[in-house]
């Protein structure tokens, strides 16, 4: 089975920068955790790729970064979040969200998440995590995303994203692109890039026509592709561990935790991201606050 990745690639003149990465496994292992309906499943895939297109971006080995798209669709909110080593993992509010396909004849994502914004949590090691938020475009995440790192992060490129579904409501291929034009790049360069892409097919049909990133990327960058300057596994990976979840219990406060007490014998904690559930005594708990 092929791995997931990321590679980075970069024009022949240094003006335009390219990522594309391949998560089919990924967004597979998703899937099966959160039994997401095919709707859910392009939904939340989507936004897999996009957090783990724009985390590879960050500089720092414990930076992360966090997109959650909030609407009123009956998805009921999707959070996908990545580092830059490409550990990724989200969740969707409502996995059972099935919509019927949209005019395209596809996946209706921007029915399931529905008007509402998207909201971008850089953290990078500073005292306050770097928020952005915009108002969603469309909901389809690839324009949200484009539309995003134009007016937050005045980055002008081009994101695209896909997750194509098997009969099995198996994910078949999934993953997605981030072109951005880097600071010198002009008009001519624009009209190269716009040319280029006119020629791409959509991301799901060249993964699952067995391009790999490499062809993607020399496909994208054709009129002046350069080199690829390195690559990255992705994998969905849960940061969750008993300490963090304690820590967290314990920021509930004693009055919280005494009326824990009084209610359960056993404070049960499921992770959002990964079937994990840590169970604690509040006894033990309140002890622990207490010292
Ligand atoms: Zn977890």
Not at 238 to 247: A, D, F, G, I, P
């Amino acid at each position: 089975m092929k791995k997931d990745q990321i590679i980075n690639a970069i024009s022949g003149d240094g003006l335009v920068s390219l990522k594309v990465l391949d998560c089919r496994n990924t967004v597979e292992k998703a899937r099966k955790i959160h039994s997401t309906e095919p709707t859910a499943t392009a939904a939340l895939g989507r936004a897999l790729a996009a957090a783990a297109l724009m985390g590879n971006g960050l500089k720092g080995e414990d930076d992360s970064l966090i997109l959650k798209f909030h609407g009123d669709g009956p998805i009921e909110g999707v959070f996908a979040e990545s580092d830059s080593k490409g550990n990724t993992r989200g969740y969707v509010g409502n996995p059972a969200t099935e919509l019927p396909l949209n005019e395209f004849g596809k996946l209706d994502v921007g029915g399931a998440i529905g008007k509402g914004s998207l909201t971008v949590i850089k953290d990078i090691g500073l005292k306050e995590p770097y928020t952005g938020q915009i108002e969603l475009v469309s909901g389809e995440i690839a324009e949200d995303i484009t539309h995003y790192l134009f007016t937050s992060e005045q980055t002008p490129g081009v994101c695209s994203l896909g997750v194509l579904i098997d009969r099995d409501r198996s994910v078949l291929a999934a993953g997605g692109f981030l072109l951005t034009l880097l600071p010198g790049a002009g008009e001519e360069v624009i009209s190269r890039v716009e040319r280029d892409l006119a020629d791409v097919a959509s991301m799901s049909s060249m993964l699952s026509g067995g391009m790999s990133c490499e062809e993607i990327a020399r496909l994208v960058l054709k009129s002046d592709f350069g080199e690829i300057l390195d690559s990255t596994e992705v994998k969905y990976t849960c940061r969750c561990s008993e300490k963090r979840v304690l820590s967290a219990i314990i920021s509930l406060g004693v009055d919280e935790l005494e009326k824990m007490r009084q209610e359960m014998s056993s404070i049960e904690v499921t992770c959002r991201y990964c079937p994990a559930v840590y169970r604690f005594d509040p006894e033990e708990v309140i002890k622990l606050v207490k010292k």
